[in-house]
């Protein structure tokens, strides 16, 4: 078997990474003439030392370059619009072989499991995850719970099985949201074994709370973090990134960090 | 990875493109004796020195010839009737490898972001986009917004998240609709990132119309536009061809471009 | 390009095919103990010197065979029976390659265009003509329109529309019905454009109404008639054969030809 | 074209085929310990001079070697248990070349033919007999029609219809059920043309009964029987079989074939 | 055909096999610290001496490395989480090759006899067979029946016919559960034929029961057990393991067992 380059999305072991696939699973509704630019994001990631930025195909195509050659690029090979009132599922629009032609380090694929189309999406998920690692291509795998099953998306158990899935069809990172238990939630963290967790969050705007989530996710165990538009649309998301940047490597506590950014 | 042929469609870093495929999506019932010919069209396309002729694939093989080797053809690979009355959703009928064989400068797709089969339509556009890539060979994704989601196919907002879908997917250019709101629709240009836009109008007859709108279109920032039975329906299509040729390339105002069409 | 041997069916630029799917798409519920067994309609074919004859590929393997040679073999490639009260949908039962392999000269295919299955039937036509015309085989295309958009079967503007898909499609032949509207027939040809246009026809078992029907058809521009049961069942199918022949490729008048079969 | 080994499944012309599939159709449920063992039914089938046994894929591998090499081996591609109150549809559960490789001389299919799957079961089949005959293996195509369209199984013209579209597809055998009309059943196989006509027949228990079916049945033009349960459900599987092989290929009596069994 | 590597998971010509699957299909909700850990369940599999371990891909890529030689890698093929409310299916999620890529001996596949997805899950267990059989593996069906028509997934009636659909579509072990009647399983065992018989039950929580239902079970003519949970929960794992041991391989009756355990 190859070996599986997850070091190269680490740094001291934990992970900081930059998310931009909000264009196509939300729309540029919310989005303004800086952050539409994925150029400005890109130089955010790169100047803010992210450990990897997650960009879907056409995106990588167009704006990801050598310039960039410091932040691994991650793409996204799934995604789906929030226009259709359909069942969840995305199919992949990108083939593992052409994102590593694109430059990726990793890829990542959502999997809504519990819903109606669980088989075809494992189906379709084992195979890129036995693809990528012929490549020696890490695989992240969004984990979120979905279908009539499903009453509270950040049920405990609901995580921790949804984490565990990931490990067992062969994910290197499970990506799930945080639900602010963070005793529990060391207990997910422990279900996805050797699979590393990256923690994404519903994070509140205030800087302060977003700080304060990071440390007490890192505490559980979890590799680390994915954040997106809060930074992104951040009005100093170069500071911001310092800051989440030294409670992640530096070991700062949520107060030392914000410091920074005041 | 290969350098994409985009400049072929281009003249000023513009585009003119005459389409022709309204035989199969809305059949001949309005056509007449004279454009229902494909040659009538060709000619017009050559002589109105049009930087791309968008054909289905057999009229293509069985008209487009060296004689039009100074229009670029661009094949469309997915088409549907207007007969049936189902969810929308056009597959291929056409290869990108045998669109390149009948000599194809470029491809179009048809994507009903938001229809009920979005999956599958993204999974088709990929595989196509890594394909058409592979030759060197830009993508044109047609965005229509459909679906129950839907309520207004002209919103600004979706209209710029299907124009971002497109960038996001790895179109080279997405063909949208033109709203009539010039301020607003520089927007969606933003949106569509280094995807270029093509505009496609739902011209009112009036050649003042469609001039004047086409220049409001380019003054958004969009690369140009693509016209179809307003052209090939006229009564002198070759002199407003030349019209609207000299509001796109020569930068006149639509009166004087009307000075060429009276 | 290959060259696509439309010829080989055609004789002083007409077409005149002997069909013989009744089995398969009707059953032999109406057929007698000459007309089931497939040499018989297959001397017929010979020696009414058909410039082709339709069959499915499990007759064509079993009874076409050398003797047959100035006969070219149009083998069809999807049918279905009339039991089931389905939805039309014909998928292959054939490859072009095995096709081929039995000595298709042509293939035939049947699309229900409007149906609910469209999409599908457009995808699986679209990579058969591409296959076909890789080996320089003709494709006749069956154009039936189908389904809940569908009110009159014989509509002018919806043959003219069903023709102009086949040609948009890549068919080299589209075979339609006949509307007895001579006139207005005429612009479905046009529709087809460089399509060449077989017509099929609920023809009443009378054979002066045959040829006057075949006289009226091939006035409209069409470039041949299939027909099937009315010739194998006919009591004398040879000099019905010899008169229909002296219509379509002798350029007598029915009359003239009533002279051969009295 | 290869030549299709039809004559391995024949002697004198006719054949007489010993089927074991009623394990995975039917169930163990009225097996007994003896029949339950394959090994005893093959043991019938050379004893019993049988031209040929239908096994499943898994029974064939573990079951068939080379002392019963006078038994040409007939795989079923494809069964389906009697537990799912589903529609009709069977797919393939073994690859032509698989079959090949466990020994197989001849392969059967079960088509449904007017069931709702019609389209993709007529596909599967197509791909099949292709497959077969560039091996050279001939097919025996189970016609069974099913559907809301079908009222009566044993209808005449139905199986007539049935028997047909074995012919049409490209089977060399065409397996179907006896109606106990002698005189119309003729029809059937003339239907049939050169695909050759096996009968299977929902046979009462006693002896006397089966033989004179059998003679019945050879009488119309069929080619031979396709016996199960019957023989290797009975006492004296032996001198039955001895019995019935006396009908079919010594032209006896069902009189003088009971003197060996009683 | 190749020789299938049936031997390398028998002792003695029986099995004991613990598996591990329980964290995909019924989520880590009833796990523990300890036994979440894959880890401790391959050092239980290794030290209690099972004849194989069955684990999910992604757990057999992380875990299972060359210390645990002596205990031969089982992979399960397909998997489904326990959230969806939908009919019961499971595709795969790792190809053969890839099993074979991570080291397994043999596979495991659930097939959901009886369900509507059955014609698909025999067509994909037929493939695997074929590749798993053209590599030596042995291939471990599931038979779990299931479908509006089950009314008692534990009837004898049905468990047989389980266990004979196991066989005919190739597989070399059935997986079954165990219903609590002795004498009428041996019947069960019986129709698997060849197909070697491992038995699941759902076992209560004392030991003696465990190892009583063993013995019974081995004494019915199947070759082993598949225990999971009962052991890998349990507080003395590798006392039990001995326990059970004895009874399998030292041929000790429970009350003897009994004396390792207490």
Redesign the interface.
Known sequence: ?SYIGIDKLLRNKRAMILSY?F??EH???T?N?KN???SYVLDIALEGKYTGIIL????A???YNSVFVDVPLIIKL????S????FP???????VQ?AI??GAAAIGYTIY????T???Q??E???I??QA?DYGIPVIAYMY?R????KDELDN??L??SA????????DFVKIKYNNHMQSFSWIV??A???RVLVTADYKTENEYLLRRTYDILRTGATGIVVGPHVWKNERPFTLSKALSSVIFDHKTPEQAMGLVR
């Open positions: 078997l696939d264009g196509i729309g540029p509704q989005m003439e539409i630019d994925p879907t195909p056409g995106i195509e167009k704006y799934n995604s789906k619009t226009i259709p009132e359909t599922l995305s199919k992949t629009n990108c083939s052409h032609r694109l499991d519990g819903s109606q669980e088989p075809e494992f189906h998920f084992g195979r995850v036995e690692h719970p279908g009539p099953g499903v158990d609901l921790a099985y565990r899935v990931g490990l067992e069809l062969g994910a422990r279900c074994g050797r699979a």
